[in-house]
C-alpha cells in the first residue's frame, strides 16, 4: 500500500492491511484490536480524508497529513523509505471560526528574501502547532530547505542550517516597541531554551492594535532600538536559533497587544492572493 492509500483502506475498515504496514514499535505499543476500535470509533461520520501536506522527515521519511471534510478530525504519518508507517495518529481538531476569518487591517510582506518553506502554518493544529494557543494562533514557522534538507555538513552547528544569518526583515511599516538582543543561540540537535521561549525578539507597533512579533534572532545581530521607525522591507537583524528553537528559523506572528502572555493572535493579511499552509514554499 502506498501511502495516499492509507485514508481510503483506514476509512473502509481494511484495520489489518493498514496495521500489517505499521512499525514494530507502533505495533508494540497498539495491538491489532485496540487500533480497530480506536479506528472504527473516529471513522464515525467521516465520508473522506483530504490530503493537506507532504513534507520530508529526515532521513528519507515523510510525514503525510489528512483532514476529513468538516475539518474536524485529522490524520497523521510519518513513513519510513520501506513506506511502513513509523508514527500513525488519528487527531481531533479543534476550530475556531469565529477569529479564522478575521484578518489584520495592516498588509503585510513576508520578513525575508527569496524563497521559503512553511514549516507551521495553518487554521488547524495538525498543520500549525501554534494553532492551540490563542497568543500565537496564526502564527507562521519559515525556514530554508534545498534538496529535502534544511542544512548541508555538520547537523550540530547552527552555521550549516541555510536559514542561518540570513536578512530578517520588516514585513510592514512599523515603530520598535520591544527588543530583545542578548540571548546566546542555541545549539541544533541540542537543547532548546524554553526559560526564553522568544530568544532574541522584535516587536512592531503597526497602529490599530495590530503588533508583530518577529521571533528567534541570531544572538546580538538585531540593528533597531525601541522607539525606531521602520519601513518595510527594512533590515532587523539577523536569523537565529535563539530562544525555543530547534534550529535556525524565523517566527511570524501578529497580536493585539506587545504583552506576549496576555494578546491574541490574528490571522495574518499578507499582500498576496495565493494562500499557503505548511509544507508550501512561498517567496
Do not use: C
Amino acid at each position: 500500500m502506498k501511502p495516499k492509500e492509507l485514508p481510503d483502506a483506514f476509512l473502509n475498515g481494511d484495520y489489518e492491511k493498514v496495521y500489517s504496514q505499521t512499525s514494530k514499535t507502533f505495533q508494540d505499543q497498539v495491538s491489532l484490536k485496540q487500533f480497530r476500535k480506536s479506528g472504527e470509533k473516529f471513522n464515525k461520520g467521516v465520508t473522506t480524508y483530504i490530503l493537506q501536506s507532504e513534507n520530508p522527515y529526515g532521513n528519507g521519511a515523510k510525514q503525510y497529513s489528512w483532514i476529513d471534510e468538516s475539518g474536524s478530525k485529522g490524520m497523521m504519518a510519518i513513513v519510513g523509505e520501506d513506506d511502513n508507517f513509523h508514527i500513525l495518529q488519528m487527531k481531533p481538531l479543534d476550530a475556531y471560526p469565529e477569529t479564522d476569518n478575521i484578518y489584520t487591517e495592516t498588509v503585510f510582506d513576508f520578513p525575508f528574501q527569496d524563497k521559503w518553506f512553511v514549516l507551521w502554518g495553518g487554521t488547524n493544529s495538525l498543520l500549525n502547532y501554534h494553532y492551540e494557543f490563542e497568543n500565537q494562533r496564526y502564527a507562521y514557522d519559515f525556514l530554508i530547505r534545498n534538496d529535502y534538507s534544511t542544512y548541508e555538513g555538520d547537523p550540530t552547528l547552527n552555521e550549516s542550517y541555510f536559514a542561518f544569518g540570513k536578512e530578517y526583515l520588516a514585513p510592514a511599516d512599523g515603530i520598535v516597541v520591544k527588543v530583545e538582543n542578548g540571548v546566546e543561540d542555541s545549539n541544533p540537535v541540542g537543547k532548546m531554551n524554553r526559560e526564553q521561549p522568544f530568544g532574541n525578539y522584535v516587536i512592531l507597533d503597526h497602529g490599530n492594535e495590530e503588533f508583530s512579533y518577529l521571533v528567534h534572532f541570531k544572538y546580538q545581530s538585531v540593528v533597531v532600538e525601541e522607539g525606531d521607525k521602520v519601513k518595510k522591507g527594512d533590515l532587523l537583524g539577523l536569523v537565529g536559533n535563539s530562544g525555543n528553537s530547534s534550529e535556525p528559523h524565523i517566527h511570524f506572528h501578529v497580536a493585539d497587544s506587545p504583552d506576549p502572555t496576555n494578546s491574541k493572535s490574528i490571522n495574518i493579511r499578507f499582500d498576496r492572493e495565493d494562500k499557503f499552509i505548511q509544507g508550501d514554499f512561498v517567496e
